[in-house]
């Protein structure tokens, strides 16, 4: 099956396999994956990939991405230094980065609590509206964000509820 991957070019693991999402002539990043375990992976993430459906014409003429690389390994291909850790979580990007720093705000460049209104769609409530045991995993990865508890997509729901209680005691 061929896997769509809507953030253009990309190259990811899955594991241990490596896939190359390229350009084809329709102009979309796709790379062939015949592993059913990989597809439903890829699949998962519903906002990078998803299964290719060609056009029945190419809407426009793509330039050349220049010489044709060697197709994916059939192999895991591993750095030279050896195996990469997993990243940091980082934020999404809600937060408004500090313009003489360049980092994020905290305690003391932030503004005071009573500088921000109601009316601010940016300001951060103190409690959730409801309990983490009823918040979808998408809703406990922003209270975790919110609270400044690390936390990693591949987290389940009930990993992400025992960081967070962990954090507030």
């Not at 460049?109 to 951060?124: F, H, I, K, L, Q």
Request: proline fraction near 12%; glycine fraction near 6%; aromatic fraction near 4%.
């Amino acid at each position: 099956m061929q896997i769509q991957c809507i953030l253009g070019y990309a190259e990811t693991d899955v594991m241990g396999r490596t896939y190359r999402f390229e350009r084809n002539s329709q102009g979309h990043h796709v790379a062939e994956v015949a592993d059913i375990r990989h597809q439903q992976c890829l699949l998962s993430a519903d906002w990078a990939y998803r299964k290719y459906e060609p056009e029945a014409a190419p809407s426009e003429s793509w330039p050349d991405d220049g010489p044709a690389q060697d197709p994916a390994p059939t192999e895991p291909v591993e750095p030279a230094g050896g195996p990469v850790p997993d990243p940091e979580p980082v934020g999404l990007g809600h937060e408004p980065a500090n313009a003489d720093t360049g980092k994020q705000p905290t305690a003391e460049t932030a503004p005071p609590a009573d500088e921000t209104t109601a009316s601010d769609p940016d300001a951060v409530d103190s409690a959730p509206d409801k309990p983490l045991e009823d918040m979808s995993k998408d809703e406990l990865m922003a209270e975790a964000e919110r609270l400044g508890v690390p936390v990693k997509a591949r987290m389940n729901k009930d990993m992400i509820v025992e960081a967070i209680l962990a954090a507030e005691d």
